[in-house]
């Protein structure tokens, strides 16, 4: 499946040198890239109606955690920012779940979207998980569910939207908000968003746009979905190193099993 047809690359010319360049600079200045219209709508249809016929291979969840990802710390209180409890949920088919033929799996592995990714994200190369289920994921939240406030464990997140909700599901966010790779927690930064008490910035993200994401020093959430459509959502995960794959536990807890 060529690239064309899954891209508009009259929009995006993912080959072209200022290209990269332009998005790569308001992705660091920003944090955060949003191309719209990247997929074009042919591509877009075909990865809905998949996704409505793989429907019932996904696996719902709902979890409690805190912002950090992390177990309880005992040495704080149950309601200290560093261990507040926030609401996950969502639906999720892994990535062997996905058709051979799918537009999705075309994209994630061709050369000329991954080196535009390396290009913009400052990575030397991107390689796929080495387990089974982890490198293409297809997220449902149906009415009511959504994503708690949190900070991510890895430096970036490109993810593809498919169908965007009719009320909520929106994506906010708090930039530059830790310096995780000093150990920065901000607890006061972290419970004024909590409370309530800070300034966010939300995202227009509508069917058919590529968002690149710096998550780990952002805390972001999916506020609850509203009315009546899923809000479908594609991740695409990637490694700076071949031969890694996602924990045992970790792949429990979001895919409800191992292979």
Known sequence: MELSSIIDLQRHPLMDRAFQDACRQTLDQRGVLVLGGFLSPTAVRAIYENAIAKRPHAYFCEQRHNVYLLDPDPAFAEDHPRNRQVTSSKGC???DVIDPDSPLRALYGAAGFKD????????AALYDYADPLSSINLHYADPGQELGWHFDNSSFATTLMIDAPEQGGAFEYVGGLRDADSGDMNFAGVGRVLDGGATVETLDIQAGDLVLFRGRNALHRVTPVGGSKTRLLVVF???????????????????????
């Open 116 to 123: 535009f990714l390396c290009a913009v994200l400052g990575e």
């Open 93 to 95: 088919i892994c990535d």
């Open 237 to 259: 995960a990637y490694n700076s190193s071949p031969g890694i794959a996602l924990s045992e536990s970790a792949r429990l807890t979001f895919f409800g099993r191992l292979e």
